[in-house]
């Protein structure tokens, strides 16, 4: 008499191994699994306002994103995206900064990135100060100097340099998707420009 012994489950599909994912980047989620994701789990993010900044370090401009949403809307926002699987949150920080910003602008990342605040987006209004319909997404936000061009890519439309003052504005705010016009508050806060 045999004894049958159990498939073995379909690779990637282990509870303890890899995530399912594209071929190309075994890492990253379908469409349909980041869907389900979004549903279940809270997501984490890195978020980043670009800066210049003068010989004394003092923040003398910020960047400011013009980006066009997936319904067509045409938003003001800052740099943001998911920290992948096995990524550190320094590598995502990067990777979404020259992904918004252009290869060339030469952020200046420490050893050891500190975010100025953690971010909690929920998909129902007023929880927190910070919305998306999509999801419950826990983001730490960065201020980062950069020395380079900016030529934006991806869905990034340009970067807008604004002084502190403008960057903090009702007006500005008005503009910014989800709250993020509070994000850019607080990090001028952070760094001391708000006067």
Same mark, same amino acid.
Do not use: F, K
């Given at each position: 008499m045999s004894v049958r012994t159990p498939d073995p489950e379909p690779a990637g599909d282990d509870p303890f191994g890899p995530p399912t994912g594209s071929v190309?980047?075994?890492?990253?989620?379908?469409?349909?699994e980041l869907a389900e994701m979004r549903r279940r789990l809270p997501m984490l993010y890195v978020e980043a306002v670009p800066v210049r900044t003068d010989g004394m370090g003092t923040v003398v401009d910020v960047g400011i994103l013009?980006?066009?949403t997936p319904v067509g809307e045409i &938003?003001? =926002?800052?740099?943001?995206?998911?920290?992948?699987?096995? +990524? &550190?949150?320094?590598d995502a920080l990067f990777r979404h900064l020259e992904n918004d910003l252009g290869p060339i602008a030469f952020p200046l990342l420490p050893p050891q990135p500190v975010p100025f605040t953690v971010a909690e987006y929920f998909p129902i209004p007023g929880v927190s100060p910070f919305h998306d319909d999509r999801q419950h997404a826990v983001s730490l936000a960065f201020v980062v100097p950069v020395t380079g =061009?900016?030529?934006?890519?991806?869905?990034?439309?340009?970067? =807008?340099w604004l002084k502190p003052e403008e960057a903090a504005s009702d007006a500005l705010s008005a +503009?910014?998707?989800?709250?993020?016009? =509070?994000?850019?508050?607080l990090a001028l806060a952070s760094v001391g420009a708000l006067r």
């Open positions: 190309s980047n075994p890492a990253w989620l379908s469409d349909i013009l980006r066009a &938003t003001r =926002t800052i740099v943001s995206g998911r920290v992948r699987y096995g +990524e &550190t949150v320094r =061009t900016c030529e934006p890519r991806q869905d990034a439309l340009e970067v =807008t +503009e910014m998707e989800g709250g993020r016009g =509070t994000l850019v508050r």
